[in-house]
């Protein structure tokens, strides 16, 4: 449980005190003038949070905030590896706070569990000068020397966000920084195919959690007697039909899982061809005809107990996958963390841990002022922060009361920033509500 006294410790300390210790030892603020290590973070963090792509002048009018008056060849003169490695360290130091809300979501399909769990990643290309700092996958695409894959892991009743985790852009999701968490006992993982692994899963089990997973095509099954089963001959034959058999999954390391089947209309699947052969082509591969058979079903297996998931459910529950890619969608198209407008590879990467420092900030008072609320808009509430973040930075500069800053962001959360709600297209909280889904799942590879 988090409170405002305990975000207001961890921002004092990490963005005031540690930031000012941690510019010292990469040699970052070798001798104080005007820039501190914490006035320097600040600076970057809300110049780029409030203006994406925030000229050297505009940063320098930010820095007043502070009352740091510097001019615009000073900010550029920062743009080195040395503050690049300062706003990573912070990155990280901000990483390892837990923030989650004082109460969980209050609907009955998440109560059953102790957490309900989201993984994904994205990746950000980055110039290729870059490559010895974040090696890409290389390959015969152009720019593909340098990349950082962010991490990420959602828990859906508390908000507790674990990340942006940055590794190399080449790693693979199955890598994930995230393996070595302790599982909960009665959690529940859902994650996409990248993370669909027979082991884990049955590790995740060993340790009392569960897996929702769509199948991964290539995935041999089984009957509980021990007989192989041909996907193809199972699947249901009538839109709408849902089936659902007893499995084992795996064919070296065999585990008990139950498989959901369900046939989609014609224009769901069809949908989701067009989506793979859209992704198929930015990644420059093919996709197998197999993938765009099954595009026609929706195949998942679990290994939660029919008494705590029903398959109606876990349909819901897997569209859910969604917050994630809706809360990369806020960091992307509203924070711009992967577009800069400039050359300059050390400021390419002091932008991007700027605008990471800053959209896990969002994230924190997103958890702690409005996370309650199965109705919260992320896009809504991600404006707010923005429109009033400089206050945060005024606070920790002495200027003002850092708990009425954070008390001027609850107020302004508390109005304007839930979804509209849908009769016909029912929006993400409705349908956990209602505990039933809409045709539309939709996806890519």
Known sequence: MTSVAYVEKHLRHILEERATVLAREPGCIVR????????????????????????????????QMRAVSVTDTAVHDRFTEQTAQ??????????????????PVPLALLRRFAAVYYEDSTTMVLPDELAAQWQGCGGTQAHTQAAVKAHTRLDLKRGRLWGPSLTP???????SPFNALPTVDNSLFIGDLGYFSVPRMMQRHAGGGYTLTRLLSSTALFTPEGDALVL????????????????????????????????????????????????????????????????????????APATLLRAQEALVLLRERWQLELLYKVWKQHAQVDEWHTANPWRILCELYAKLIGVLLQHWLIVLFAWHDPQRSLVKLAQVCRAVGGSIMEALGGFRSLRSALRLIQRRMRSGCQMNTRRAHPNSAQLLEAQAVEWALTWCE
């Open 32 to 63: 104080q003038r005007k820039f501190t290590g914490a006035a320097l973070v600040h600076t970057l963090v809300c110049g780029f949070g409030q203006q994406p792509h925030a000229s050297l002048e505009q940063l320098a009018s930010t820095a």
């Open 169 to 175: 852009g080449r790693t693979s999701d199955r890598q």
């Open 232 to 303: 193809s001959l199972i699947l249901p034959k009538e839109v709408g039909q849902l089936k659902e058999l007893e499995v084992v999954v795996g064919s070296r390391r065999r585990h008990p899982m139950r498989l959901l089947l369900l046939r989609v209309p014609q224009e769901v699947g069809d949908k989701r061809r067009q989506n793979l052969r859209e992704e198929a082509r930015r990644r420059q591969q093919e996709v197998s005809a197999e993938a765009l058979w099954l595009a026609d079903w929706t195949v998942l297996v679990t290994d």
């Open 86 to 103: 300062l706003l990573q360290r912070v990155l990280e130091e901000m990483n390892e706070v837990a923030v989650e809300a004082a109460q």
